[in-house]
Each structure stands twice: as C-alpha cells, then as structure tokens.
C-alpha cells in the first residue's frame, strides 16, 4: 500500500488573480484543504492550498506562492496528494481507490481473471476497472458486495463473482 492518496486534482486556473479550479476526491470535498500541505505525485512539490468558494466540478482555491493566471494554468493536470497518516481512519469495509489498484482478480472457484488498473467513479458506486489476463482491453465490474464478496488488502487479492459472460469465458 502506498504512503500516499491522490486526494484531488488542479483541473486550471480560476479568474486572473493566480486561483486553481481543484477537483476533490475526498468523501467530503472540502476536506481537502484540511490535509494541506499536498504534494505532487513524485513528492517534490508542496502545495498550500486554501479553498475560496464552490464552483462547477470543484473549488476555487489559491495556492501559496502562485499569484498570476499562466502560474495557475502551469499547474492544470498536478494530481495532489496527502500523506495516509493524515486522512481520517476508515472502516474495514472501506478502501482507499490506490489500496485496490495492482490487486489480483480471482473467480469464487479460485481462477485469476486479472489485474484491477484502476477505480472509476462517474456518479452512482464505484467500478473497478480490471486488465483480463492475456488482454489489453479493460472490463468494468461494479465494486458492490454481491460482485465483490472478499477484499483482501494483505493476500493482494480481490474474490469476484462477476455477471455471466462478463469475461468472456
């Protein structure tokens, strides 16, 4: 498991005063100023973020240091992220999307089908969207109890009981 969640997103500027628009990924969205300073993906960037208000797919916020609209705008695509000990302790049935991804995919009869590459959300529940062993192609499996009966963060392995055909087998 990794010491660091991706919590949220710079999506570009915000106006011409140097304001982002920043995407949560947090459960409650305006906690992601609470776990300030984030950092960048490889940890070489710290940033202090302070939220200003709501807008469409996110926040405005400002970012210490960055003051003029082309500095905001170089930091569009920045993925930002906290350090595990500072988020809040989550439940066993719950799972942090980074957890998840890497972990192998078996049947309930034992057969690995693939590998989870990543974890979707588009609104209603969460996918997982898994590599099937000997495919480039991606399959989408909804991430609920009746499709997903075991996770197994220590054994690295999730068990699944896919729909019919969703395999292709």
Avoid: W
Wanted: some cysteine.
């Amino acid at each position: 498991m990794s010491d660091k969640i991706c919590v949220g997103a710079i999506s570009g500027s915000f106006g011409v005063n140097g304001e982002i628009r920043l995407k949560s990924f947090c459960a409650d969205p305006e906690t992601i100023a609470d776990y300030s300073p984030l950092t960048d993906e490889k940890d070489t960037r710290k940033f202090v973020i302070s939220l200003s208000k709501p807008v469409k797919n996110g926040f405005a916020a400002s970012v210490e240091g960055i003051t003029t609209k082309e500095q905001a705008d170089a930091l569009r695509g920045v993925r930002l992220f906290a350090s595990r000990d500072q988020l809040p302790t989550i439940s066993d049935d719950e799972f942090y999307h980074a957890d998840l991804i890497g972990l192998t995919v078996l049947d309930v009869g034992g057969a690995v089908l693939g590998k989870v590459h990543a974890v979707q959300n588009h609104g209603a529940s969460d996918l997982l969207e898994i590599i099937p062993n000997g495919s480039s192609d991606t399959v989408l499996l909804p991430f609920t109890n009746a499709v997903v009966p075991t996770v197994d963060l220590a054994g690295m392995r999730l068990i699944v009981d896919p729909p019919e055909g969703i395999f292709n087998e």
